[in-house]
């Protein structure tokens, strides 16, 4: 890119008063890269490390207008979509969207259980997410659960227990459904290697199939980590960097983010950490030393 500007990530997302996920690890995630972060929050929660205590949706007409707001003032280089949670809210999203501009780039992470197991996206919103987000996504990151949702809600055969179903999957069932949630409409898709025995994304964008490895760290903390994961990738989007590439950047981030985890904040599972805080603090720690 010629000119030098900070660019802009909007996050469009719910709200982790524990300051794990959601609106929060985007903020984080979009600043360890070097650009600047803007919301439209989708949803208050009240949540803690142990789950879920709560969910307020925000309405519609006020994630228009937070959007409105920013794109009147702000350069939006790319934009993040994380929890939608109802179909209103996606109607909402997607009428935000028309507000931009056409080539903006848009990562959506299809949020739907929390980590805690609270459901994040209920039913009637996933036909919606299906048919009216992924043909706007430049890039779309489900983990292996939320992609056997897609598929299945594509097909009209969606179950909550997909959601819930764990492990047992090879490459061929992953590639299989990265081909097949590509087929709906978005530029790229990438399925995460969390929720899978063997850590690797897979990404797919209609011609390259690429397996990216990563790291599993057991005694981490992942609170929050596809969250980052997906921010990180906008914010590389934004910095003019190519689907895959973004991708790459975003699998060596968030997985850092876990390896760092900080895992002394509350009783729970502790967040993911982009900034390597307990190094930074020991830092501080030496430096003030006698």
Do not use: W, Y
């Not at 590439?245 to 390896?259: F, G, L, T």
């Amino acid at each position: 890119m010629s000119d030098q500007r900070v660019r802009t990530v909007l996050s469009i997302a719910g709200s982790d008063s524990g300051g794990g996920a959601g609106i929060q690890a985007d903020l984080k995630a979009f600043a360890r890269c070097g650009v600047h972060g803007a919301t439209a929050i989708t949803a208050l929660t009240a949540q803690n490390t142990l789950g879920v205590i709560g969910v307020h949706a925000v309405p519609g007409s006020f994630i228009v207008e937070q959007v409105r707001a920013v794109a009147e003032d702000i350069t939006i280089d790319a934009v993040k979509i994380g929890m939608l949670g109802t179909e209103v809210i996606v109607e909402a999203v997607e009428t935000a969207l028309d507000l931009l501009a056409d080539d903006v780039p848009v990562v959506l992470d299809p949020v739907m259980v929390a980590e805690s197991g609270a459901v994040l996206l209920d039913e009637s919103a996933r036909s919606a997410v299906v048919e009216r987000m992924l043909p706007r996504a430049t890039v779309i990151t489900p983990n292996m659960p939320e992609a056997r949702v897609l598929a299945d809600t594509s097909a009209g055969s969606a179950s909550a227990d997909t959601a819930r179903r764990q492990g047992g999957e090879g490459d061929e069932e992953v590639e299989r459904l990265a081909r097949r949630l590509h087929a709906l409409g978005p530029r790229a898709v990438v399925i995460t290697g969390g929720h899978r025995e063997e850590l690797v994304d897979v990404f797919f964008d209609g011609e390259t199939l690429e397996r990216i490895s990563g790291e599993r760290h057991p005694e981490g903390s992942a609170h929050g980590s596809g969250c980052t994961h997906s921010s990180v990738l906008a914010a590389h989007l934004a910095l003019g960097l190519s689907p895959l590439e973004a991708a790459r950047q975003a699998k060596k981030i968030a997985s850092a983010a876990v390896r760092d985890g900080l895992r002394d904040i509350g009783a729970g599972a502790g967040p993911a950490d982009v900034f390597g805080l307990a190094s930074v603090q020991a830092h501080a720690h030496a430096a003030a030393a006698p």
